[in-house]
């Protein structure tokens, strides 16, 4: 579990049906950002392949609310940029790709250190939230690379199916994300899971866990 001084928001997604991009979550992000006197974000865009594409996405919807956003591929020295920031924005896409380019870039121990010593704020949404768990064994996405381990940052002890559904339709007759997730509980090295439905937001303050958004969540334990 993080650190009483680690500070966290993990989004199940960035798009929530009725809302345009983050909207759903403006509010609950510029409070988070204020309350450090946050004007700069640094955004992650390793989950995607267009990196200039996709960190100018997201500053077309953060800039406009008070903040600047800079797109941590830009800089020559990626350790050096985010030792001193005081919050970071790991985007969405391929959970795996992500994860690989973390340890890559060797920032994923850092990230850990600084957000756990409350110098760090971190936005995780969708890929970016699965990482910030204790392990990437329970993401929806396909693994279309090998990370060097799914072991991930670790700001809880658990793991987050981001874009928890719990309804199928009287059609569907494959398995449901419930039955994905129960075949991970019977794992030994299986670890209780947070089902997050699309608009919902996981708040960590602390030791303190809160769920926020326009959506609620499911808790899987053994």
Known sequence: MCSNLCQALLLSS???????????????????????????????????NNYDGYTAKVKEVIEPWGFKVSGAHTSTDPINLLVNSKAIFVGGGNTFLLLKRLYDLNILPLIRKRVEEGNLLYIGSS???????RSIHTTNDMPIIYPPTFDAIGLVPFNIN?????????????????????????????????????????????????????????????
């Open 14 to 48: 960035s798009n929530c049906h009725g809302y345009s991009m983050l909207q759903f979550a403006k509010e609950e992000i510029c409070t988070f950002l204020k309350q450090k006197n946050v004007a700069e974000i640094i955004f992650l865009p390793y989950a995607q």
């Open 127 to 133: 890929a970016g939230t699965n990482v910030a768990t």
């Open 162 to 222: 981001p874009h928890y559904i719990d309804s199928v339709s009287e059609t569907h007759k494959g398995e449901t994300r419930d039955q994905r997730i129960g075949e991970y509980m019977e794992m030994n090295h299986a670890s209780p899971v947070v089902g997050l439905r699309e608009g919902s937001i996981l708040r960590i303050n602390g030791s303190a866990l809160s769920i926020t958004g326009v959506a609620g969540a499911v808790l899987f334990r053994k």
